[in-house]
């Protein structure tokens, strides 16, 4: 009898020209989604950002006030060595971001603005696998983007949005979900993980809050950790994967 094999990822879906990525935080694209913007930016597609807060409350030392506008400076910094010029914050509260409808509309209002085939959002189940525990704020904003992707589609749900002007977008075809621990789909990370690092480095004040280790080996060491994990079910490349549905 044979062994059975890992289940092998499947390429992501090509035929799209249009992304809109919905997190939480300043960096939660950056811990492994970046190498996959940076290869789908060089083949001329267009990705924006949009963050629900601007993790003002992720640096211990730092209050708030201060913390925030640092962060989106890193954060758009960050974007731009990935090429993403459009980056977006939606002032909702660090560490307590609601789901609920005032969530659901405004990154339907985003949605409908970018008007995207492809939507990239962050784990939004309890773990990460096994017992690491997920933070609220992905939960939240992840469960809240799956769901806005319907909801940008339909006149009725958020109506002064189209007294905004903003018509529904019914062209959401798909939803990726990094960082999830039952991914189906993935990217070769080989061509975008230089600048995946140079991304996540960006984020230079957090990371030397968060550990003694020099910023440079932290960042390559996390993420080609990573793309060589997901490569061993995408051929043996250097992959980010995604859990991908369909909408
Ligand atoms: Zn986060």
Redo the contacts with the bound molecule.
């Keep these: 009898m044979t062994e059975p094999t890992t289940p092998q990822l499947q390429p992501m879906p090509e035929d799209w020209q249009r992304a809109l990525a919905v ?3 300043p ?2 694209l950056e811990y492994g989604c970046a190498a996959a913007i940076a290869a789908w930016t060089d083949a001329g597609r267009k990705v924006g950002y949009v963050l629900a807060t601007r ?1 003002e409350a992720g640096i211990d030392t730092l209050a708030p006030a201060e913390c925030g506008p640092l962060r989106e400076r890193e954060q758009r910094a960050s974007a731009a060595v990935v090429g993403v010029s459009s980056v977006e914050f939606l002032d909702h509260r660090d560490g307590v971001v609601e789901y609920g409808p005032a969530l659901r509309r405004d990154i339907a209002a985003a949605i409908r603005r970018h008007r995207p085939e492809l939507v990239i959002t ?1 784990n939004h189940r309890d773990t990460w696998g096994g017992v690491a525990w997920n ?1 609220p ?2 939960v939240a904003v992840g469960r809240a983007v799956l769901d806005a992707a319907g909801d940008a589609g339909n006149r009725w749900i958020f109506p002064e949005l189209v007294e905004q002007g903003l018509q529904p977008w019914n062209g959401v075809r798909w939803v990726a979900v990094a960082g999830s621990a039952t991914p189906t789909h993935a990217v070769d990370a080989s061509p975008g993980l230089e600048r995946a690092v140079a991304s996540l480095l960006e984020h230079r004040a957090y990371i030397e809050a968060l550990t003694d280790e020099a910023p440079e080996a932290y960042a390559r060491g996390f993420l080609t950790g990573t793309a060589a994990s997901v490569g061993e079910r995408f051929g043996g490349r250097p992959a980010v994967a995604f859990e991908l549905f369909n909408r």
């Design positions: 997190v939480a935080h960096d939660d993790g962050l933070t704020d992905h």
